[in-house]
């Protein structure tokens, strides 16, 4: 083998820097140009049934982040040992070992928010943007990438149903993670703010309306169009 082969064999491509911009996408994506609330509606269950306060939907975040970030680190690390017939199952018992986790910190340490949100953080065993990331992404993709993904995915669903649980508590109950901000409002107005709150949004249907206008508003800015 002469020498200019075998320098060219020792050369190797540069490594991707951590944040490279094709790396950037997996977070800065599912904030906007494709959320998987606003764009690929999934895991709207959730964000119905939990945003009537701000303090849950926040718990709920933060579980939906560190589920869907450690489940697809798991399985981008597994991913060779998986075998394809088998792969669901294996995901299944993946994410609800992290769930089973989540539930029994949450009974340990926030009882009081374990009873509000029991049923719900078993649900996130069901959630399609969880199930999604893993057999869409983390499947074919490595470790690094992959927690980039759970990342933005779960912030994505975070910052969702964050401001529809604003809107459902400031307009239902008249507070924001328990602050009575009507009533400060028409103590520091000696009455002339006497603002009433709106029974319609800690109903179901208040959640449906402020996802709607989300949505809406959303694919508005970025011009998403169903296709």
Same mark, same amino acid.
């Given at each position: 083998?002469?020498?200019?082969?075998?320098?060219?064999?020792?050369?190797?491509?540069?490594?991707?820097?951590?944040?490279?911009?094709?790396?950037?996408?997996?977070?800065?994506?599912?904030?906007?140009?494709?959320?998987?609330?606003?764009?690929?509606?999934?895991?709207?269950? +959730?964000?119905?049934?939990?945003?009537?306060?701000?303090?849950?939907?926040?718990?709920? +975040?933060?579980?939906?982040?560190?589920?869907?970030?450690? +489940?697809?680190?798991?399985?981008?690390?597994?991913?060779?040992?998986?075998?394809? %017939?088998?792969?669901?199952?294996?995901?299944?018992?993946?994410?609800?070992?992290?769930?089973?986790?989540?539930?029994?910190?949450?009974?340990?340490?926030?009882?009081?928010?374990?009873?509000?949100?029991?049923?719900?953080?078993?649900?996130?065993?069901?959630?399609?943007?969880?199930?999604?990331?893993?057999?869409?992404?983390?499947?074919?993709?490595?470790?690094?990438?992959?927690?980039?993904?759970?990342?933005?995915?779960?912030?994505?669903?975070?910052?969702?149903?964050?401001?529809?649980?604003?809107? %459902?508590?400031?307009?239902?109950?008249?507070?924001?993670?328990?602050?009575?901000?009507?009533?400060?409002? +028409?103590?520091?107005?000696?009455?002339?703010?006497?603002?009433?709150?709106?029974?319609?949004?800690?109903?179901?249907?208040?959640?449906?309306?402020?996802?709607?206008?989300?949505?809406?508003?959303? %694919?508005?800015?970025?011009?998403?169009?169903?296709?």
């Amino acid at each position: 083998m002469s020498t200019e082969t075998l320098e060219q064999a020792i050369v190797k491509e540069p490594a991707e820097p951590l944040l490279s911009k094709r790396r950037k996408k997996f977070i800065t994506d599912p904030l906007n140009d494709d959320n998987p609330i606003t764009i690929q509606v999934l895991g709207i269950c +959730s964000a119905l049934a939990v945003t009537v306060k701000m303090e849950p939907t926040l718990v709920m +975040s933060i579980a939906v982040l560190f589920v869907i970030v450690f +489940s697809n680190l798991i399985i981008s690390l597994m991913r060779d040992i998986i075998p394809g %017939r088998v792969r669901i199952i294996v995901q299944l018992a993946i994410v609800a070992t992290l769930v089973t986790l989540v539930s029994e910190v949450l009974k340990a340490y926030l009882f009081d928010m374990y009873k509000v949100l029991g049923a719900f953080v078993g649900l996130i065993i069901t959630n399609c943007i969880v199930m999604g990331r893993l057999e869409a992404f983390a499947m074919a993709n490595k470790a690094y990438d992959s927690v980039l993904d759970g990342l933005g995915s779960g912030f994505g669903y975070a910052w969702i149903i964050l401001t529809v649980a604003f809107f %459902r508590e400031l307009f239902g109950s008249g507070t924001v993670f328990d602050v009575p901000v009507y009533a400060t409002l +028409s103590e520091w107005t000696g009455g002339l703010v006497n603002i009433q709150t709106n029974g319609l949004m800690v109903d179901s249907i208040g959640a449906f309306m402020v996802l709607g206008i989300l949505i809406w508003v959303q %694919r508005t800015q970025n011009g998403y169009v169903e296709h």
